[in-house]
């Protein structure tokens, strides 16, 4: 029979060990989080913006799952300002759509931005917001 049933003990928890990596993000809180598979080598952790205690963050770092490093991605293109509450979803693997936040407090951003991972230019109509891509190799 089938029910409704939710097996939690196949869930852990660990710690991921990060005393060996160089270059760690700035601490926030309030950021975006994606998922994203580079077709070259491996999957990342693309996270966006947030606030921290030294106000509201405007880059964007990356986590490499497989040799668990962060490093700072180079974006180009129109960027978004940054902001913190935001929404982020990753379509398809290949274009991250960014929705809203706050740039500052009591603000809020009502525009939309995609960004395309690993590519060097693309050319959508959009007239919500703009575009911004990564030529990190990184993402590629």
């Given at each position: 029979t089938i029910g409704n049933d939710l097996?939690?003990?196949t869930f852990t928890w660990r710690e991921i060990d990060l005393s060996q990596t160089t270059e760690l993000p700035a601490p926030r809180a309030h950021h975006s989080m994606v998922t994203y598979s580079s077709p070259n080598d491996g999957t990342y952790l693309l996270v966006w913006g947030g606030y921290n205690s030294d106000g509201v963050v405007a880059d964007c770092v990356?986590?490499?799952l497989a040799r668990n490093s962060w490093r700072?991605?180079?974006e180009t293109g129109k960027k978004p300002s940054g902001r913190y509450g935001q929404s982020l979803t990753m379509i398809d693997g290949?274009?991250?759509y960014m929705l809203a936040g706050?740039?500052?407090e009591n603000?809020?951003?009502v525009d939309l931005h995609i960004m395309y991972p690993g590519k060097k230019h693309r050319q959508i109509l959009n007239s919500?917001?703009?575009h911004f891509f990564s030529t990190?190799?990184?993402l590629k």
């Open positions: 097996y939690l003990d990356v986590f490499d700072v991605v180079q290949s274009q991250a706050y740039p500052y603000q809020k951003a919500f917001g703009s990190d190799p990184i």
